[in-house]
């Protein structure tokens, strides 16, 4: 359970620590569907109060001084002191109520994880679980500075504050509808998609950097029909015949197994699989409930290899 929402972070503390991490007060104000001039008013009275600045802007950022890095560092260790307090209350009701919070990619939230609380909430009905859809790195992130419990990523390093759990290495591949004439085919090669009409994912999504290195100094010429950071638009856009996606085959388990579309496996030297990672807190400042739940998040890791 997050020490914010149980009134034990104060708001200034908690908006301060927010703007660190993501280096804007635009990007903060979003995240906590406020005014950015409420969360600037917030940040001003706190530097006024201790008489130091904690921001200075480069290049339309915000960078943390001095004052602002040793601030941090303390903040961080009482939210590390205040979730293994919260941690400890909780397990001393052990698997019968609790809160675990997951950070996850898009992809996994439209599939995997559904089935995984499914089986979980059979298990332990009045335990609650938060789930925020986030990048890839934003998951990491939310583990190491302890605001989730569990993240699930592609490609990323395990940061500091964290341990990796699990991990898989998973095939890219095209998505197409069934009438496409690559449909029937057990698997393809670059050459084979050329002509063919690509719905990519933007910079935002750690998907798009093994696309573009396999498109790096290749002949093949392909027509791109548009770029989004939704993996739910990609789909829904290849369901309807509109283009080809090129990913794994998380996130369009459903689709796969109504037959509204066909994965067929891309191989290629310049293609390495990409790696689905399952991470968590120190096992010191996790709860039974986070433990139980990561246990049938990794068994549903370990089907994804069949």
């Not at 856009?237 to 388990?253: F, S």
């Amino acid at each position: 359970m997050d020490p914010y929402r149980l009134g034990l972070i104060a708001t200034r503390t908690h908006y301060f620590q927010l703007v660190a991490r993501l280096g804007s007060i635009r990007q903060a104000s979003k995240v906590l569907n406020i005014a950015p001039s409420s969360i600037s008013r917030v940040i001003k009275q706190l530097e006024d109060e201790l008489g130091t600045p904690l921001f200075e802007r480069v290049r339309q950022r915000l960078r943390l001084t001095s004052a602002g890095e040793l601030l941090l560092y303390h903040v961080r260790e009482s939210y590390v002191d205040l979730n293994k307090a919260v941690t400890e209350i909780n397990d001393l009701s052990g698997l019968r109520r609790g809160t675990v919070t997951v950070a996850t990619i898009e992809s996994v939230a439209r599939g995997l994880l559904p089935e995984a609380l499914e089986a979980f909430w059979k298990r332990h009905p009045e335990i609650t679980v938060d789930v925020k859809v986030t990048s890839s790195q934003e998951a990491a992130n939310a583990v190491s500075d302890g605001s989730c419990d569990l993240g699930i990523a592609f490609d990323v390093r395990v940061p500091r504050n964290a341990r990796r759990l699990t991990s898989i290495p998973l095939p890219l591949g095209l998505v197409v509808p069934p009438d496409n004439p690559l449909a029937e085919r057990d698997e393809l090669r670059t050459f084979d998609i050329s002509g063919e009409r690509l719905i990519l994912s933007d910079t935002s999504l750690s998907l798009s950097m093994p696309v573009e290195e396999m498109f790096s100094g290749s002949v093949v010429e392909f027509s791109r029909r548009t770029r989004t950071n939704s993996i739910g638009l990609m789909i829904d856009l290849a369901r309807r015949g509109l283009g080809a996606i090129m990913q794994t085959q998380v996130g369009v388990e459903r689709e796969i197994a109504t037959g509204d579309l066909c994965f067929i496996p891309l191989r290629d030297p310049k293609l390495q699989p990409r790696r689905l990672m399952l991470m968590s807190r120190a096992k010191s400042e996790i709860s039974d409930a986070a433990s139980a739940f990561a246990t049938n998040l990794s068994q549903c890791f370990e089907q994804l290899k069949t």
